[in-house]
């Protein structure tokens, strides 16, 4: 079982995350319990974002990023594999995820 | 208002010794007492008449006014007449008559004729006070040149924001303005501007420029005056600082792009959610399922405002990019038209496409594509029951002619100009409760003018309105 680390404030939207990761077969983890995860979905516009990215440093997970805010407003850190923008579809968290999980080795 | 210092001073100062008060009277004297002294010394009375006498009392009373005039001219003609009765001239009474009488007319003349241009005199100052009051007293800052540039009358508030833009006090126009490029934001673009503006004697231009490090925006326009006859006058400059409007754009601009981001946390939610909840479609009643589209639609309303916020506060940043390729604007007028179609068909508004193989043109699809979307949703939205849109393509000037026709409500010609405003929406539109939020066309026009397009219209109330669009082949 992978584990994905959710980092957004809203806690709505996080509720929505943690059920679309399980569905998709995954275990969804709190921002705490950084430990052996295989991907960081983020929302790098918050303080909760910012503080998990400091704590991970530069070698951590890869990361996706589900912002409210576009590209272009450079939030983007270097960890990130993906930059999507909120609302995105389910269908296309579950592909970006899929193919991060799928190229990361097993631990 | 101060006028250029004119070369004719010297001839201005005599001019002005001249308008002294009593001046005239002072040389009328004194040519009226050496006048008679040569008609006394030489005995000269009869040789002379009043006749000499005459231009001294018509100076004096032209000095004078009417009445002092009169009396004026009236005890010249006693002088003479008693100067020659002491030299023993025979006279009888016509020539004396005739001497007083033309005398007098004389002093009433030449009294009505100084009052008559004292008072003209007065009145043009008056005016010229007032017209030089009314310029020194707006806001803007404003001269005039001549057709080389040189300064032939400015006002106040120039003078003052000249001074402080660190303008020099001398040399043309488009020279000043020149001299203080390395003061604005942009130095190059500025000064390439100025050597454009001061080659041109032609149409209006509206420039906006920045002080560099100050945040502060000014407006200049200028234009070509003419006489009612169509003669070159000059040139008129204005110059106004809009810094306090661009920071209310600048604020309002913000808010729009925060309203766009916050707008999507919960946004998010309600359309995941929904998304999982149509999962369950099956398990609903005909009128669960009812509600179910309803709140799918409105999601999808609030995603497509939310998304053209964004857009908006993009094309204002000037951050929206192009990802050009060659683009068949007929195939995706065609396509735009089948997506619209279902509620075209819907409304009972039939959609016809005229298209005659125009060329590919350099453009962005997916920005085309929104142009045509937005062009046709809002034929059909403003278009009732029964009615025509018609959308055509065809080439124009080596690009494309969009045409996007519908025969609908129209626009009031008193809101035409504001119609590709941000946030305008026609009175028609909201007096019928036709949904909409006033971007789209605003929208609409940025993409089309970063295409290096144009898009205008015609529209007339009850007849429907005809947009076109015109794409040139490479942006």
New interface residues.
């Given amino acids: 079982m992978r584990r994905v680390l959710i980092a957004e404030p809203d806690a709505d939207v996080r509720e929505l995350l943690e059920l679309t990761v399980e569905r998709l077969g995954y275990e969804p983890v709190a921002a705490a319990e950084a430990a052996d995860v295989g991907a960081v979905l983020l929302e790098p516009g918050s303080a909760v974002g910012h503080s998990l990215l400091r704590r991970l440093g530069d070698d951590g997970p890869p990361v996706i990023c589900l912002s409210i805010y576009p590209r272009e407003h450079g939030l983007e850190p270097a960890q990130s594999v993906a930059y999507l923008m909120k609302p995105a579809a389910a269908a296309d968290i579950a592909e970006v995820l899929r193919g991060v999980l799928a190229v990361q080795p097993h631990h | 208002m101060s006028l250029r210092s004119s070369p004719t001073t010297r001839l201005g100062a005599a001019v002005s010794l001249a308008r002294r008060r009593y001046f005239l009277t002072f040389v009328a004297l004194a040519g009226l007492a050496i006048t008679w002294g040569v008609m006394v010394a030489f005995d000269w009375s009869a040789r002379l008449g009043t006749i000499a006498l005459a231009p001294w009392a018509a100076l004096l009373a032209f000095d004078l006014g009417v009445a002092v005039g009169a009396l004026g001219a009236l005890a010249t003609a006693t002088l003479w007449l008693v100067t020659a009765n002491a030299q023993q001239a025979v006279l009888d009474g016509v020539q004396i008559g005739v001497r007083y009488g033309s005398m007098l007319l004389l002093g009433l003349g030449s009294g009505f004729a100084g009052q008559r241009l004292r008072e003209s005199a007065r009145s043009q100052r008056s005016v010229a006070a007032l017209q030089s009051a009314l310029i020194d007293s707006t806001l803007d800052g404003i001269c005039l040149t001549d057709e080389n540039g040189e300064l032939l009358i400015s006002n106040r508030p120039l003078r003052r924001l000249a001074a402080e833009l660190g303008m020099p006090a001398s040399g043309t126009v488009p020279e000043r303005l020149l001299a203080i490029a390395d003061a604005i934001a942009e130095p190059a673009r500025y000064r390439a501007r100025m050597q454009e503006l001061a080659g041109t004697t032609g149409d209006a231009t509206l420039d906006e420029f920045e002080l560099a490090g100050t945040g502060r925006v000014f407006r200049g326009y200028t234009s070509p005056v003419e006489a009612p006859d169509g003669s070159f006058v000059g040139r008129i400059w204005t110059l106004r600082e809009v810094t306090a409007d661009r920071e209310l754009d600048r604020m309002r601009d913000a808010f729009v792009a925060t309203v766009s981001?916050?707008l999507?946390?919960?946004?998010?939610?309600?359309?995941?959610?929904l998304?999982?909840m149509q999962e369950e479609e099956a398990s609903l009643g005909a009128s669960g399922k009812r509600y179910l589209d309803v709140i799918r639609r409105s999601t999808q309303r609030l995603?497509a405002l939310v998304e053209d916020l964004?857009l908006v506060a993009?094309i204002e940043a000037r951050?929206v990019e192009l990802q050009l390729a060659p683009v068949d604007v007929a195939d995706l007028a065609a396509r735009a038209v089948e997506a619209a179609r279902p509620a075209a068909d819907e409304k009972g508004v039939h959609v016809e496409v005229h298209r005659d193989h125009p060329p590919l043109v350099e453009g962005d699809g997916d920005r085309l594509t929104q142009v045509l979307d937005n062009l046709i949703s809002n034929a059909i939205k403003f278009t009732e029951a029964g009615g025509r849109v018609r959308v055509e393509t065809a080439e124009h000037d080596g690009g494309v002619k969009l045409v996007v026709a519908d025969t609908g409500i129209g626009i009031p010609a008193s809101e035409q100009g504001q119609v590709f405003s941000r946030f305008f929406r026609a009175s028609t539109a909201t007096q019928q409760a036709i949904p909409g939020t006033g971007l789209g066309l605003a929208i609409s026009r940025a993409l089309v003018e970063q295409h290096g397009g144009h898009i205008a219209f015609v529209s007339e109330i009850g007849k429907g309105t005809e947009v076109t669009v015109t794409l040139p082949a490479t942006p």
Avoid: A
């Fill in positions: 981001h916050e999507r946390t919960p946004l998010t939610s309600i359309s995941g959610f998304e999982m995603h964004l993009q951050r």
